[in-house]
């Protein structure tokens, strides 16, 4: 974990082999940090982006003894999701559905690449949080039984003793709201299932799969809705870690596992934390308009309007709404390239 007040003392893979004057591929492949009496990474062991603490790090190369770090928890330690997860007291998975409540969004910080909490923040969330026991905020009748991080493995379980289940079933079952809590919940694993189905033979439909799987016709819309936006999302993702890569290999963005998210429009978007050395914090795609440059490290993506995000520091970058990776670091690194608005690209994920 990051502790409180050592944010600007974080060290990213990037920067630790800019700070050994060593490309970052170099880094990867000698590994210097794995060398004996090396500082350890601050970040959890489970985290896809090492960091480290500058302050060690450099007492460490400068031969001087390496300083400890506090052990003590306070409320401004920031912690990734496997951190937040076990302070909730779920597993890293369930986390992922919990971190889009408002309360954990509205405080989400980007540190190499990844998302971390302030520690404050998720006890509060835990506090507040559905479910039972330590932790568990709501008593009986105050609203859904079941806690969030269990809700779509027990839709699961419903869905494979019961494809046709009703939304008023599963509401009964788990004692859950109807709307939107059940229905929600068995169209996105409906979707995820429909997915799955899809990729494993590539010539049905949504709503062939749908049929295949047992699903009652009332729900094929839905649940059709979150398996192409899930399809979408597991084609596109490619591309951009791919583009990921090659920046992070030019040492122009932070080495990170891209994350798709689905806007309010159902579109999806994706960012890339640059290096502080950079003219720009990131970079994001969005699936209507392809490349743009971002103002904001912590919130690169921003609040979906429905219309393209233009103003001081924004351009749009490339000459498709793929273009290929050495095609946009090019343009990143060429202030003269690029526009300030959108370009019109056909549908290249369809």
Excluded: C
Excluded at 107 to 123: A, D, F, I, L, S
Excluded at 261 to 276: E, F, H, P, T, V
Excluded at 332 to 350: I, Y
């Amino acid at each position: 974990m990051i502790r409180a007040g050592r944010l600007e003392r974080v060290q990213t893979m990037a920067d630790l082999a800019a700070r050994l004057g060593m490309p970052l591929g170099t880094f990867r492949n000698k590994k210097p940090h794995t060398q004996e009496g090396h500082p350890a990474p601050i970040s959890s062991p489970d985290s896809r982006a090492l960091l480290w603490d500058s302050e060690q790090t450099d007492a460490f190369y400068a031969g001087e003894p390496v300083p400890a770090l506090t052990d003590a928890d306070d409320d401004e330690d920031l912690l990734d999701r496997h951190e937040a997860a076990a302070e909730v007291g779920v597993e890293p998975g369930s986390w992922n559905g919990y971190k889009s409540a408002p309360q954990l969004a509205e405080h989400v910080v980007m540190v190499g690449g990844t998302e971390h909490w302030p520690r404050g923040v998720v006890r509060q969330f835990k506090e507040g949080r559905p479910g039972r026991g330590a932790g568990g905020g709501r008593r009986t009748g105050s609203g859904d039984m079941v806690p969030r991080d269990q809700l779509l493995p027990r839709i699961a379980e419903l869905l494979d003793d019961n494809p046709a289940i009703t939304v008023t079933e599963a509401a009964d079952e788990l004692g859950v709201a109807k709307f939107p809590t059940a229905q929600a919940g068995l169209a996105q694993v409906r979707g995820r299932r429909i997915a799955d189905l899809i990729e494993a033979d590539p010539d049905l439909t949504p709503l062939q799969a749908a049929e295949r799987l047992g699903y009652p016709r009332v729900t094929h819309r839905g649940a059709a809705v979150v398996a192409e936006a899930e399809l979408r999302a597991r084609r596109a993702r490619p591309y951009v870690q791919q583009v990921a890569d090659t920046l992070a290999q030019a040492d122009v963005a932070q080495q990170a596992e891209v994350e798709m998210r689905q806007l309010a429009g159902g579109y999806l978007a994706s960012a890339i934390i640059l290096g502080s050395d950079q003219r720009v914090p990131a970079l994001v795609w969005d699936e209507r308009y392809g490349w743009r440059t971002a103002t904001n490290r912590r919130h690169p993506i921003g609040k979906d309007t429905g219309a393209a995000p233009e103003g001081e520091g924004i351009r749009y970058l490339g000459s498709s709404a793929q273009p290929k990776p050495a095609e946009l670091l090019e343009a990143l690194t060429d202030s003269r390239r690029g526009s300030k608005r959108p370009k019109a690209f056909p549908e290249e994920n369809a």
